[in-house]
């Protein structure tokens, strides 16, 4: 994917300009028609495997006779299984992107900051993350959103590369791409680019590792800590801003990802974006925080996140642990906790803990729409709730707010 | 539910953890003692040092795959048998599979009921 294979043409043998372009247009295409046959067998095998998981989890309630026993667990399994499914849909139109893009003209310096400083709350402190932000850099037209999606993979890839810890380091620059520098590397047009550097200091990786880390459903990650579409996302997205991605890398000395996206001549648009203080930070405070989420990743990033804005923070990765842990710790202000969990929703769980001390005020956090709960009766209305996935901005300020809030009577 | 007395040993291996889950479970609840892994590595030594009457194992998995498990299982005459699981069956795999004799298999979703019953036939039909 990355050193597409070179046309076999005999000496002599005259090839049109044009001739060449239509045959490296088909090869092209004949290399995303292999990514989508590799990513239709990725799907098959995860969706065959959530069905045949849910399928059996209900032989199991149907031989027990009921939800009693080990049914109810059964129960929960199913619908664990099928958010399971329903993010693997979203990963797919991710990589898909389908969806409209909400394109801006930009300075990309201004995402880059924006996402390190996001970065430097949740990577683990054995990390260190340093951003180098080129003070002449031109702008691009792209989807803000998408782009700093395109970073977060980007440093999760760097983050897991690191496992005893390492430096990441984002960097922007200007690059022009000459005729000749185009005609070496197939895909790249030329002309003026912003390119956008993500290098770590991790395991790096061998030749062959390198050639497949686009394709979809690669991963080198033990079984259930990777889906292989991280990087299959950021090459999407780099193609479908008219860009490309390129890999440095070798096993033992790190890798770099360099990003380029088209430059253009026209002004920031995105004035809101442009103005924000680049060194705001995150709303805070120093108030008890007990999170209770079941998925371990959400719950690392959510913990991490509020200590980074001063909170107190007590986690815990099922009702039951939440309850102990609240009542071990005898002074939580606020309960962040996710709807869906095992034995009990998170709406019984803030019931329970809030009989016990009426003051603790509540978010909570989901995966499904608020209108979709408010239908399911799993959210009362008027309650303080945030649909993932959402920013770590918006988690601290919606968190403040709640703190903020006056109690609620009754 | 399988006789009293010592349970038979079943090895369920497949990188998805719902997968192994949810057979485990169901075997369990029929009496079988039953250990799972998530990939292949090790998995034929735990097959050498105790007595195992069934491997269920899935072909695509990180590190061993499942493929590779059975040439090992079938190199050193190991007498367990085996039931290859698959989420995604292409024809290489197919041709593997009947080369390497496997005892039975099955195309993910299955009813894990199935494979029980296809279990107690096989075991019926070849008592110890």
């Known amino acids: 994917m990355l050193e597409e294979t070179p046309l076999d043409l005999q000496p002599g043998n005259a090839v049109g300009e044009d001739e060449l372009e239509r045959l490296e247009g088909e090869l092209r295409q004949s290399q995303r028609l292999e990514a989508v046959g590799q990513l239709a067998s990725g799907v098959a095998h995860e969706f065959n495997n959530i069905l045949m998981a849910i399928g059996g989890h209900a032989e199991l309630v149907a031989r027990e006779g009921g939800p009693g026993g080990n049914g109810r667990a059964s129960l ?62 031109g702008n691009a037209r792209v989807d803000p959103a998408q782009i700093q999606q395109l970073l977060v993979n980007l440093a999760v890839n760097a983050r897991d590369a690191m496992p005893r810890g390492g430096r990441l380091t984002l960097e922007t620059a200007n690059v022009e791409f000459d005729r000749d520098y185009a005609g070496e590397h197939s895909g790249v047009k030329v002309g003026s680019y912003v390119m956008i550097a993500v290098s770590d200091t991790g395991t790096g990786m061998d030749p062959r590792t390198r050639e497949r880390i686009f394709e979809p459903f690669f991963t080198t990650k033990p079984a259930g800590e990777g889906t292989g579409l991280g990087l299959s996302v950021v090459f999407g997205i780099a193609r479908q801003h008219g860009g490309h991605v390129w890999v440095y890398s070798e096993p033992g000395h790190g890798s770099t990802f360099k990003v380029y996206l088209p430059r253009v001549e026209a002004e920031p648009e995105d004035k809101e974006r442009q103005d924000a203080p680049a060194d705001e930070g995150l709303p805070g405070g120093e108030e008890r925080v007990l999170v209770a989420e079941d998925d ?6 959510l913990t991490h996140c509020l200590k980074g804005c001063g909170y107190q923070v007590v986690s815990a990765e099922c009702p039951s642990r939440a309850e102990s842990a609240f009542r071990d710790d005898g002074g939580i202000d606020l309960l962040v906790t996710d709807l869906m969990m095992p034995e009990r929703s998170g709406r019984e769980l803030y019931d329970r803990l809030a009989a016990e001390s009426p003051g603790l005020k509540v978010l909570y956090i989901s995966g499904y729409t608020d209108r979709a709960l408010g239908r399911e009766g799993m959210l009362e209305e008027g309650s303080a709730f945030l649909q993932k996935p959402f920013s770590l901005r918006e988690l601290a300020r919606v968190v403040r707010e709640v703190l903020d809030a006056p109690p609620v009577c009754g | 539910m399988a006789e009293t007395g010592k349970k038979k040993r079943i090895m369920v291996v497949d990188d998805d953890e719902d997968v192994t889950d949810v057979l485990a479970w169901t075997l369990v609840e029929d009496g079988y003692d039953v250990t799972t892994a998530h990939d292949g590595e090790g998995v034929v030594d735990k097959l050498r040092s105790e007595e195992y009457v069934l491997l269920i194992v899935d072909l695509c998995m990180p590190r061993k795959g499942g493929l590779d498990v059975i040439r090992e299982v079938r190199a050193g005459n190991l007498p367990v048998k085996i039931c290859v699981i698959t989420g995604y069956l292409d024809s290489e795999s197919l041709s593997a599979i009947k080369t390497l004799k496997a005892d039975m298999a099955f195309s993910k979703p299955f009813s894990p009921s199935d494979l029980l019953r296809r279990l107690k036939e096989l075991e019926a039909s070849s008592p110890d």
């Not at chain 1, 371990?296 to 990033?301: A, G, H, K, P, T």
């Open chain 1, 76 to 137: 929960n399994k199913i619908r664990e299984l099928t958010r399971r499914g329903a993010a693997l849909a979203g990963q797919l139109l991710a990589f898909s992107r389908r969806e409209t893009m909400e394109l801006v003209t930009v300075n990309v310096n201004t995402i880059v900051k924006e996402t390190a400083r996001m970065l430097r709350k949740v990577m683990p402190a054995q990390i260190d993350l340093e951003s180098f932000a080129a003070g002449d850099l």
């Open chain 1, 296 to 301: 371990n990743s959400v719950r690392e990033i």
